[in-house]
């Protein structure tokens, strides 16, 4: 302020002591002040302009030229300018990673205006939902999802339950399902988030299931037995039709003893550490070992011998749990020979994979498996006809040690089959357990 005051006097001063020269000292020097004054005044207010321009629509690297008072303010103005893009570019920064983050979440993430349109969404709830992430900005959520449940959840205002929808890739034989939440947040905006529970509801219906099944496998032996236990107890019987009565509890106690042995197979499997490459065991001995005893099988059952065939195939030495892998194959050639009707064809085998690993198979000329069934086969205790698999001895737990045994040795378990047309189940090993002899 001094300095613009300085500036003042001294153009006044000036113009006031050029009048004075050049007339009568009193009249001109007052005129001549006056106009030094009005000059200077128009002078600073253009410079005045410049930086009030500059500071408007400028840029902080191209500063306008200005002195005095006025430099000293685009100085200012000019650093407050850097630090202020600073923290802007580091606040953007910041915004960035955090939208990243919410991008590679597993939740989706929906921002909805006060007319429930979307004002951002990550690709999660996109995939979860169905619309396009830059398609389909500013459009109304509701034109974007139809499903009834999701329209009344989204009117009535109550958010504190969620809502569940099927998914954008959910099919008949493939189910998908969206758990959605609505929160309102500022002045009338909804942040929406979904998550995929299919998996917990096929979690949740296994252990339904589970629970049902044991309870039912095991109730049903313990009352025949219990049964026949009373009729001994209270009956006087023959000899004959007492050890006729020995021979069914027994058979019953078989059974219970078996669900039992696969119980705590499955315990052991899921509870035990991954089994390591340090034992190589000879693939058609084990095969050879397997075929014989799926033979014993079929002659057991009583339905008919079976034509178990032992395939040619590459000699291969194979790293892993021996008892587990034996289990394993031990479980598709019996649910073969279980399933297959008396002559029938039972091919089993070794072969090399294209990556390498190795594929143990099992095919039958049985009467196949509809597709609706596939998805579900190696889940604890499912049937695809239940009357039967109890009739030949199984326990429905078979398929689920082998999908266990599979995934502890880094393999997995591929069904093929088709209503009429036979089955074919097969183990497929990853190349770093399988070695050629």
């Given at each position: 302020?001094?300095?613009?005051?300085?500036?003042?006097?001294?153009?006044?001063?000036?113009?006031?002591?050029?009048?004075?020269?050049?007339?009568?000292?009193?009249?001109?020097?007052?005129?001549?002040?006056?106009?030094?004054?009005?000059?200077?005044?128009?002078?600073?207010?253009?410079?005045?302009?410049?930086?009030?321009?500059?500071?408007?629509?400028g840029?902080?690297?191209?500063?306008?030229?200005?002195?005095?008072?006025?430099?000293?303010?685009?100085?200012?103005?000019r650093?407050?300018?850097?630090?202020?893009?600073?923290?802007?570019?580091?606040?953007?920064?910041?915004?960035?990673?955090?939208?990243?983050a919410i991008q590679?979440?597993?939740?989706?993430?929906?921002?909805?205006?006060?007319?429930?349109?979307?004002?951002?969404?990550?690709?999660?709830a996109?995939?979860?939902?169905?619309?396009?992430?830059?398609?389909?900005?500013?459009?109304?959520?509701?034109?974007?999802?139809?499903?009834?449940?999701?329209?009344?959840?989204?009117t009535?205002?109550?958010?504190?339950?969620?809502?569940?929808?099927?998914?954008?890739?959910?099919?008949?034989g493939?189910?998908?399902?969206?758990?959605?939440?609505?929160?309102?947040?500022?002045?009338?905006?909804?942040?929406m988030?979904?998550?995929?529970?299919?998996?917990?509801?096929?979690?949740?219906?296994?252990?339904?299931?589970?629970?049902?099944?044991?309870?039912?496998?095991?109730?049903?032996?313990?009352?025949?037995?219990?049964?026949?236990?009373?009729?001994?107890?209270?009956?006087?019987?023959s000899?004959p039709?007492?050890?006729?009565?020995?021979?069914?509890?027994?058979?019953?106690?078989?059974?219970?003893?078996?669900?039992?042995?696969?119980?705590?197979?499955?315990?052991?499997?899921?509870?035990?550490?991954?089994?390591?490459?340090?034992?190589?065991?000879?693939?058609?001995?084990?095969?050879s070992?397997?075929?014989s005893?799926?033979?014993?099988?079929?002659?057991?059952?009583?339905?008919?011998p079976?034509?178990?065939?032992?395939?040619?195939?590459?000699?291969?030495?194979?790293?892993?749990?021996?008892?587990?892998?034996?289990?394993?194959?031990s479980?598709?050639?019996?649910?073969?020979?279980?399933?297959?009707?008396?002559?029938?064809?039972?091919?089993?085998?070794?072969?090399?994979?294209?990556?390498?690993?190795?594929?143990?198979?099992?095919s039958?000329?049985?009467?196949?498996i509809?597709?609706?069934?596939?998805?579900?086969?190696?889940?604890?205790?499912?049937?695809?006809?239940?009357?039967?698999?109890?009739?030949?001895?199984?326990?429905?737990?078979?398929?689920?040690?082998?999908?266990?045994?599979?995934?502890?040795?880094?393999?997995?378990v591929?069904?093929?089959?088709?209503?009429?047309?036979?089955?074919?189940?097969?183990?497929?090993?990853?190349?770093?357990?399988?070695?050629?002899?």
């Amino acid at each position: 302020m001094m300095r613009r005051l300085l500036e003042l006097l001294a153009c006044t001063l000036a113009l006031g002591a050029l009048a004075a020269a050049l007339g009568e000292p009193d009249g001109l020097a007052l005129v001549g002040s006056a106009f030094g004054a009005v000059l200077w005044f128009v002078f600073d207010s253009m410079r005045a302009r410049r930086v009030l321009d500059w500071l408007r629509h400028g840029s902080a690297s191209t500063p306008p030229v200005a002195v005095g008072v006025w430099a000293e303010v685009v100085e200012r103005a000019r650093k407050s300018f850097k630090t202020l893009n600073r923290k802007s570019r580091k606040s953007e920064a910041r915004l960035q990673e955090f939208l990243a983050a919410i991008q590679a979440s597993p939740i989706g993430v929906v921002l909805l205006d006060k007319s429930s349109s979307i004002e951002w969404s990550n690709f999660t709830a996109a995939q979860h939902l169905g619309f396009d992430t830059k398609r389909d900005l500013k459009q109304p959520i509701r034109h974007l999802v139809r499903d009834p449940a999701f329209i009344d959840y989204l009117t009535q205002n109550d958010y504190a339950a969620s809502v569940e929808i099927d998914g954008r890739d959910a099919t008949p034989g493939h189910p998908q399902r969206i758990s959605i939440n609505l929160y309102l947040y500022g002045k009338g905006r909804r942040l929406m988030l979904t998550r995929e529970v299919t998996a917990l509801e096929l979690a949740e219906a296994m252990r339904r299931d589970f629970v049902a099944n044991v309870s039912h496998e095991i109730r049903t032996p313990l009352t025949v037995v219990s049964g026949f236990i009373e009729t001994l107890l209270t009956l006087d019987l023959s000899a004959p039709e007492r050890r006729q009565y020995l021979e069914l509890m027994g058979t019953q106690a078989q059974r219970m003893q078996s669900l039992v042995s696969d119980l705590l197979t499955l315990s052991r499997l899921e509870g035990s550490p991954v089994p390591g490459v340090g034992e190589w065991i000879d693939a058609q001995a084990m095969l050879s070992q397997v075929v014989s005893e799926a033979q014993a099988l079929s002659e057991v059952l009583g339905s008919g011998p079976h034509q178990v065939l032992a395939q040619d195939g590459p000699a291969l030495q194979i790293a892993g749990a021996r008892q587990e892998l034996h289990s394993a194959m031990s479980n598709l050639v019996g649910n073969a020979v279980r399933h297959t009707p008396a002559g029938a064809q039972v091919r089993v085998g070794w072969r090399l994979a294209s990556d390498g690993g190795a594929v143990f198979y099992v095919s039958d000329d049985g009467p196949g498996i509809e597709a609706e069934h596939l998805p579900r086969l190696t889940e604890r205790f499912y049937r695809v006809d239940r009357s039967r698999s109890r009739e030949t001895g199984g326990t429905g737990l078979g398929l689920a040690i082998v999908k266990h045994v599979a995934q502890r040795h880094g393999g997995q378990v591929l069904i093929e089959s088709a209503s009429g047309q036979g089955s074919t189940f097969s183990v497929i090993l990853p190349p770093s357990r399988v070695l050629l002899s």
